[in-house]
C-alpha cells in the first residue's frame, strides 16, 4: 500500500501545531482534516456558541450542539475522530492582548474567521511572530484562498488590502448569505495548504490567490507581491506592535 | 410545504441568497439525492448534503469503516471502525439535522430504486457502473468524484451526454474517477476539495442555478494546488446516454 505521507512526514506532522481561528464555516474541514491526517496539536479560538444559523455549514458542530461552545463541540469530534490529537481550547476572543503570546505556541495559524478586524489582527501578528498564515474567505457563492509567509518575505494580508473596506461596505455572512458547502471546499484547500507549510513539501499558494466561483465553477490565481511600502512587512515597517483593530476597521468588527 | 420558524433560522445563510430564497430552500429539503460511495469524498460531501437540508439521502456503500479510513473520511469516528459505511454516515447525517430522511439502500438495487428522473446521484470512485447506467437512462444527472493520493477530480454526467459509459476508461482511471484504489488512498483535504465541489454541483442541479460542470472534468492536485480543466468529449453512439 502506498503512504500518504513517508513515516518521517508522519512523524513531523505529529509534532506540528496548529492554530485554528475561528470554528464554524472555514474551521470545520481545517479542524476535522488536520486531525484526520495526523497533526499532533490542534488549537482552536473561538467565543461563540452553537447557533442553529450555524448547522447549514459548520459541521464540526451537530444539532444536539446548539447552546454549546464551539469550542468544545468542535473539540469532541476532533477526538472521536483521532484520539492520537492533542486539541488545546481557547472559548476567548483573540484581541491584541492575547494574539501574540497565542500565536507564539503554534507553528501555523490558519485564518477561518468572517470580520476584518481579526483578519487585520492576525495578519500583523503572524507578521510580528514570524508564522505562516493560510488566509480564505467565503462571500455568496464566491471564496478565495492564499498563504502568508513572513518567513519567506511576504507578501502579507496589508500588501493585498492595505486598508479595510468602508465599516458597512462589504456585507457580512449574516447579511450576504453563504451557500452552505462553499466553505467546506474553501477550508478544505486551506487544510491542504497547511499541510504543506508543516511538511515543507509541494508548491504553496503564496504569493498566489487563488480565487473560485462555484456557480460557473471556474477558478483562477491572482499573484501578490509584497509591498516594499507596506507598514508591517515592507521595507521601513511603521506598524511594530499590535494597534487597536475595531478602531481600525471603524467599528466594523463584525 | 411551509418552512418552519426553526428552518427559517436554520437555513438563513442560504435564504438570503438571491439564487436560493424561500423556495429554493424549500426545493432542496424536497430534493431526493442517492450517494453511492462513501469513502473520504463520498462521506463528506453526505455530511453538506445533510446539513444544507437536502430532503432525502439515499446511502450506499457496502463496505465497512476500516481505520485507514479515518486518515481522511471526516464522517467516521473510530467508535465506528468495523460498522457498515453507510450506516455509521447515516447516524452522524442524523444528528448533523433531523430535517432529513437518511436511508440505509441494503443493496445497489434498492440504492436505484431512490433513483427518480430529474433527481440527483452523487458517485464517488468504486464499482457503481450500474447505479450510473440507471440513474442517466432514467433521466437523473450523475456528478462523480474520486481522489487518488493528492489528486482528485469531479465533474457531471447527464442524459443526452457524456456519460461514464462513452468515455475512455482510461480517462477515467487517471483521473481517479475509477476503479477505487485501495492502494492508493485519498489526503484528507484533497477528498473534502472535489467530494465537496461535488456536493456543490448537487445542489446548483437541484436549484437549477449556475452552469453545471457538464462535459468538463475538474481536476485538483494538492501538492500544487493546481487546477485543471479537461474537456469531455462524446464519442458517439452510446447506448446509456444517447450521445
Known sequence: MRRLFSPAEQQRLAGASVLVVGAGGLGSPVAYQLAAAGVGRIGLSDMDRVDVSNLQRQVLHFTPDIGRPKVESAAAKLRALNPTVTVETHPVAITSENALDLIARYDVVVGCVDNFATRYLLNDACVMTGRPHVHGAVFRWDGQVTVFDPRNGGPCYRCLHPTPPPPGAVPSCAEAGVIGVLPGMMGSLMAMEVLKLLLDRGEGLGGRLLICSTLTMDFAEVQIRRNPECPVCGDHPTITELIDYEAFCGGAGQ | ?243
Open chain 2, 1 to 243: 410545504m411551509k418552512l418552519t420558524e426553526e428552518q427559517i433560522r436554520r437555513y438563513s445563510r442560504h435564504i438570503i441568497l438571491p439564487e436560493v430564497g424561500g423556495r429554493g430552500q424549500r426545493r432542496i429539503l424536497e430534493a431526493s439525492v442517492v450517494l453511492g460511495g462513501l469513502g473520504a469524498a463520498g462521506s463528506v460531501a453526505a455530511m453538506y448534503l445533510a446539513a444544507a437540508g437536502v430532503g432525502r439521502i439515499t446511502l450506499w456503500d457496502p463496505a465497512p469503516v476500516t481505520e485507514a479510513d479515518l486518515a481522511a473520511a471526516v464522517a467516521y469516528t473510530v467508535d465506528k471502525v468495523g460498522q457498515n459505511r453507510a450506516a455509521a454516515a447515516a447516524e452522524v447525517l442524523r444528528a448533523i439535522n433531523p430535517d432529513v430522511t437518511v436511508q440505509v439502500a441494503a443493496s445497489e438495487a434498492e440504492a436505484g430504486a431512490g433513483i427518480e428522473p430529474g433527481g440527483v446521484v452523487l458517485l464517488s470512485a468504486g464499482e457503481w457502473r450500474p447505479l450510473h447506467d440507471r440513474a442517466i437512462r432514467e433521466g437523473a444527472r450523475v456528478v462523480a468524484c474520486g481522489v487518488h493520493g493528492a489528486e482528485g477530480a469531479f465533474t457531471v454526467l447527464q442524459p443526452g451526454g457524456p456519460c461514464l459509459a462513452c468515455l475512455p476508461p482510461a480517462v477515467l482511471q487517471e483521473a481517479g474517477l475509477w476503479p477505487e484504489e485501495p492502494e492508493n488512498p485519498p489526503l484528507a483535504p484533497v477528498a473534502g476539495v472535489v467530494g465537496l465541489g461535488a456536493a456543490t454541483e448537487v445542489i446548483k442541479l437541484i436549484l437549477g442555478v449556475g452552469v453545471p460542470l457538464a462535459g468538463r472534468l475538474l481536476r485538483y492536485e494538492g501538492w500544487s494546488a493546481s487546477f485543471r480543466d479537461q474537456s469531455l468529449a462524446v464519442s458517439g453512439g452510446c447506448p446509456v446516454c444517447g450521445a
